[in-house]
């Protein structure tokens, strides 16, 4: 059984930083399809994908709001999936879930509908 566990949500003022961390256990796969990252949800938004990387190739995608800002890495040893970031905007704020799938969609990377497994969130919240 997948689980994600995230962490490190908080509050902070815009410029600030925060780093998310997601322990991940249970299934996982040698598949090329294989993937985990990040999504984002802010109240009345859809769910949207944030930063994702395939695990097999180190493949890193990002949203072009969060490029240069965010990074996205995985420590294998230690099975945790990190996000910096950095230069928070107020645009940022929203709960952030970590997400994996090993199955190879036609949904996009950065869909949430591409996704099987779920984390329970985290909140950030930047303020001006």
């Known amino acids: 059984q997948v689980q994600l566990v995230e962490s490190g949500g908080g509050s902070v003022q815009a410029g600030g930083s925060l780093r998310l961390s997601c322990i991940y256990s249970g299934y996982t796969s040698s598949s090329a399809c294989m993937r985990r990252g990040w999504f984002r949800q802010a109240p009345g938004k859809e769910r949207e994908g944030v930063a994702i990387?395939?695990?097999?190739?180190?493949?890193?995608f990002y949203a072009d709001s969060v490029k240069g800002r965010f990074t996205l890495s995985q420590d294998n040893t230690k099975n945790t999936l990190y996000l910096q970031m950095n230069s928070l905007e107020p645009e940022d704020s929203g709960t952030y879930y970590c997400t994996q799938d090993s199955s190879c969609r036609a949904a996009g990377p950065m869909t949430s509908a591409a996704y099987r497994y779920w984390g329970q969130g985290t909140q950030v919240t930047v303020s001006s």
């Open positions: 990387i395939y695990t097999q190739t180190s493949t890193t």
